[in-house]
């Protein structure tokens, strides 16, 4: 049995997204493959991932994810994924209970990384991630992360 470290696993995710996303105008799909890729790779970091999307000047709009039930819809400047919208920067927290406005989803998440997804200096949505680990994300995740979104 081959054993990926990180780094192979990132690569090979980053190849799969780019082969997944390729010629492909169909954007929920793409998106929902994308999350599945992502949480198949990583599964012991990853309790939940997905995007929120820009609906309106004020809202995101729940986008394709794997994982438990989410809400909604996130106002801009709330939670973690509304700050990483309304900041326009990516977001670590490596503990929840000690983000203020944090939105518990599921009782279950610990630790979170948000990316925004920018195209022509234009904010589309939000990757979320959750851990059911406290402290489960780093720099690193979020360079690799980073590169990910913007395949
Ligand atoms: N925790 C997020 C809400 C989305 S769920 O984690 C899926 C937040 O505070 O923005």
Not at 33 to 53: K, R
Not at 100 to 118: D, M, Y
Not at 129 to 139: H, M, N, R, T
Request: a negative charge; hydrophobic letters at 35%; charged letters at 25%.
């Amino acid at each position: 049995m081959v054993i990926l470290d990180k780094k192979d696993k990132y690569e090979t995710l980053c190849a799969q997204i780019e082969c997944l996303s390729e010629g492909e105008n169909n954007v929920v799909g793409v998106l929902s493959n994308i999350s599945s890729a992502m949480h198949e790779t990583f599964p012991e970091s990853y309790f939940w991932v997905g995007f929120y999307l820009v609906k309106s000047e004020q809202e995101l709009t729940l986008g394709p994810f794997q994982g438990s039930i989410a809400c909604y819809r996130i106002r801009k400047g709330r939670g973690v994924c509304g700050t990483a919208w309304e900041k326009a920067c990516p977001l670590i927290v490596p503990d929840v209970d000690l983000f203020p406005g944090h939105i518990a989803c599921s009782s279950e998440s610990r630790s979170e990384i948000v990316i925004p997804i920018i195209y022509n200096k234009v904010i589309k949505g939000v990757l979320d991630i959750d851990s059911d680990k406290a402290d489960s994300f780093d720099e690193s995740y979020r360079k690799g992360l980073e590169e990910m979104v913007n395949l």
